[in-house]
C-alpha cells in the first residue's frame, strides 16, 4: 500500500524504473529488519547520562540560604499556575521572583521575572508524534546579556536526531552563532551509539571553531552505562547508574581531561597533563520524602533532604561541606501549593493527566 501511494506521486519513468524499484525494495527490506530488531527510541544525546547526573547527583536541586516558593494552581487540564518566589543569603537566586506555568498536550510556557529586571522564558511546541520544537530567551539589564536558543528533536522509534542554535543571527553580514547536530541510534535493544557536532562562530573577523564527539549508551535490566568522548577537548565523560532495591539508586561519574602539556622539551617532549574528577552519588525514595547524598574527589560532600510534611506542603534542607577548602553551605526551603478545594478534587479525579512536552 505504501509503494501504490508513492507511485500515484511520481511520473512513470521515475517510479517504474529499474534502479528506483531496487532502491524502494532495499529500503523496505531495510525497515523490515529494523522492525524485527525491536528496538526502542534511545532518548537524546543531551540526556546520554539523564539517570545518574539528573535524578541522582544534587546539580539540578543544590541551592544555599532560605527560600521560600508559594505556587497558586489556577487549572489542571491544561496546567496553569503561578509562583512567588523569596530568596535570602542565596548566591544564585534573586530576592523575589514570579513565575507562570501554562501546559497542554501540544504547549509548554514557562516565564520567570526578578526584582532586577531579568527575564527569562521558554516555549515547546509539539507538531506531532515525532517532532518537537523548543526556544528559550533570557534578557537582562546591561549589554550582551542575552540570549535566544531554538531546538529542534525528532523522535523516531529507534533513533533521536536534533538540531540546536544559539544565538545565531546574520545581521552582522553573516552567520555567527553556536550550532548543535546531534543524532543516536540504537543498534541493539541495549546499545545505543551517536556522535555530536559543534559549528562556533562568535564573530566574523574570527574563523569558526568545530568540535566533534561520540557517544555510546548500554541499558541493562537494572543498570544503564555511557561514555562520551570529547575529541576537540580531550575529554573522556563516563557514567554508571544502577538501581540497587526499588527504592534505592546509585551512581558514578568520572570526567577525564587530557590537556598538551609544556616542558623542556616543547611542545611535543612536554607530555600531557591529566585531570580527572570522579563523583559518586546515592539516592533514597521514602514514602513521603527523598534523600540524595553524592561525594566527589576534590572533597566536597553534598547531600539534600526533601519532605512532604502535608500534601500541599514540602520541606527542603540543603547541605554542602568542602573538605580541603574548609567551607561549609546550608540551604532550606519551603514550598506551599495554596490549590483551592475544588481543583484538588479535580486533579485527583483526573485518572490521565495531560501529556505535556516539557
Given at each position: 500500500?505504501?509503494?501504490?501511494?508513492?507511485?500515484?506521486?511520481?511520473p512513470?519513468?521515475?517510479?517504474?524504473?529499474?534502479?528506483a524499484?531496487g532502491l524502494?525494495?532495499?529500503?523496505?527490506?531495510?525497515?523490515e529488519r529494523?522492525?524485527?530488531?525491536?528496538?526502542?527510541n534511545?532518548?537524546?544525546v543531551?540526556?546520554i547520562?539523564k539517570?545518574?547526573?539528573k535524578?541522582?547527583?544534587?546539580?539540578n536541586?543544590?541551592?544555599?540560604?532560605?527560600?521560600?516558593?508559594?505556587a497558586?494552581?489556577l487549572?489542571?487540564?491544561?496546567?496553569?499556575?503561578?509562583?512567588?518566589?523569596?530568596?535570602?543569603?542565596?548566591?544564585?537566586?534573586?530576592?523575589?521572583?514570579f513565575?507562570a506555568?501554562?501546559?497542554?498536550?501540544?504547549?509548554f510556557?514557562q516565564?520567570n521575572?526578578?526584582?532586577?529586571g531579568?527575564?527569562?522564558?521558554?516555549?515547546?511546541?509539539?507538531?506531532?508524534?515525532?517532532l518537537?520544537?523548543?526556544?528559550?530567551a533570557?534578557?537582562a539589564?546591561g549589554p550582551?546579556?542575552a540570549?535566544?536558543?531554538?531546538d529542534?528533536d525528532?523522535?523516531g522509534?529507534d533513533?533521536t536526531?536534533?538540531?540546536?542554535?544559539?544565538?545565531?543571527s546574520?545581521?552582522?553580514?553573516g552567520?555567527?552563532g553556536i550550532?548543535?547536530?546531534?543524532?543516536?541510534?540504537?543498534?541493539?535493544?541495549?546499545l545505543?551509539?551517536?556522535?555530536?557536532?559543534?559549528?562556533?562562530?562568535?564573530?566574523?573577523?574570527a574563523?569558526?571553531?568545530?568540535a566533534?564527539s561520540?557517544v555510546?549508551?548500554?541499558?541493562?535490566s537494572?543498570?544503564?552505562?555511557?561514555?562520551?568522548?570529547?575529541?576537540a577537548?580531550g575529554?573522556?565523560n563516563?557514567s554508571?547508574w544502577?538501581?540497587l532495591?526499588?527504592?534505592?539508586?546509585?551512581?558514578?561519574?568520572?570526567?577525564?581531561?587530557f590537556?598538551?602539556?609544556v616542558g623542556?622539551?616543547?611542545?611535543?617532549?612536554?607530555?600531557?597533563?591529566?585531570?580527572g574528577?570522579?563523583?559518586?552519588?546515592?539516592?533514597?525514595?521514602?514514602?513521603t520524602s527523598?534523600f540524595?547524598a553524592?561525594?566527589d574527589?576534590?572533597?566536597?560532600?553534598s547531600?539534600?533532604?526533601e519532605?512532604?510534611?502535608l500534601?500541599?506542603?514540602?520541606?527542603?534542607?540543603?547541605?554542602?561541606l568542602d573538605?580541603?577548602?574548609?567551607?561549609?553551605?546550608?540551604?532550606l526551603?519551603?514550598?506551599?501549593?495554596?490549590a483551592?478545594?475544588?481543583?484538588m478534587?479535580q486533579?485527583?479525579?483526573?485518572?490521565?493527566?495531560?501529556?505535556?512536552?516539557?
Open positions: 500500500m505504501g509503494d501504490a501511494k508513492i507511485d500515484v506521486f511520481l512513470p519513468y521515475v517510479g517504474n524504473n529499474a534502479i524499484r524502494r525494495d532495499t529500503y523496505t527490506a531495510f525497515s529494523r522492525e524485527a530488531l525491536g528496538l526502542s534511545p532518548g537524546t543531551e540526556n547520562a539517570e545518574v547526573q535524578d541522582v547527583f544534587l546539580n536541586f543544590m541551592f544555599t540560604g532560605l527560600r521560600a516558593d508559594l497558586r494552581p487549572s489542571v487540564s491544561p496546567l496553569f499556575q503561578y509562583t512567588h518566589s523569596f530568596a535570602m543569603g542565596s548566591q544564585g537566586s534573586p530576592p523575589y521572583g513565575g506555568i501554562y501546559g497542554s498536550q501540544k504547549v510556557m516565564g521575572v526578578d526584582n532586577d531579568q527575564l527569562s522564558a521558554r516555549a515547546n511546541y509539539r507538531w506531532n508524534s515525532t518537537l520544537s523548543k526556544i528559550n533570557q534578557i539589564p550582551g546579556q540570549m535566544v536558543q531554538v529542534n525528532v523522535t522509534k533513533f536526531a536534533s538540531i540546536k542554535a544559539i544565538n545565531p546574520i545581521l552582522e553580514g552567520l555567527t550550532f548543535i547536530g546531534s543524532y543516536l541510534q540504537s543498534i541493539t535493544p541495549s545505543a551509539l551517536g556522535l555530536e557536532s559543534v559549528w562556533q562562530r562568535t564573530a566574523l573577523n574563523g569558526p571553531d568545530t566533534l561520540y555510546a549508551r548500554y541499558k541493562g537494572d543498570w544503564v552505562a555511557s561514555a562520551q568522548i570529547l575529541q577537548q575529554a573522556i563516563t554508571y544502577r538501581r532495591t526499588e527504592k534505592v539508586e546509585a551512581g558514578v561519574d568520572l570526567n577525564l581531561q590537556q598538551p602539556g623542556s622539551g616543547g611542545l611535543m617532549g612536554g607530555g600531557s597533563q591529566k585531570q574528577t570522579t563523583t559518586v552519588g546515592a539516592k533514597y525514595d521514602f514514602r527523598t540524595r553524592q561525594l574527589s576534590s572533597g566536597k560532600l547531600c539534600l533532604l519532605k512532604r510534611v500534601p500541599p506542603v514540602q520541606v527542603s534542607f540543603a547541605g554542602e573538605h580541603f577548602k574548609q567551607q561549609a553551605k546550608v540551604g526551603a519551603v514550598s506551599i501549593e495554596m483551592p478545594e475544588d481543583l478534587n486533579a485527583s479525579a483526573d485518572a490521565a493527566p495531560p501529556s505535556i512536552p516539557f
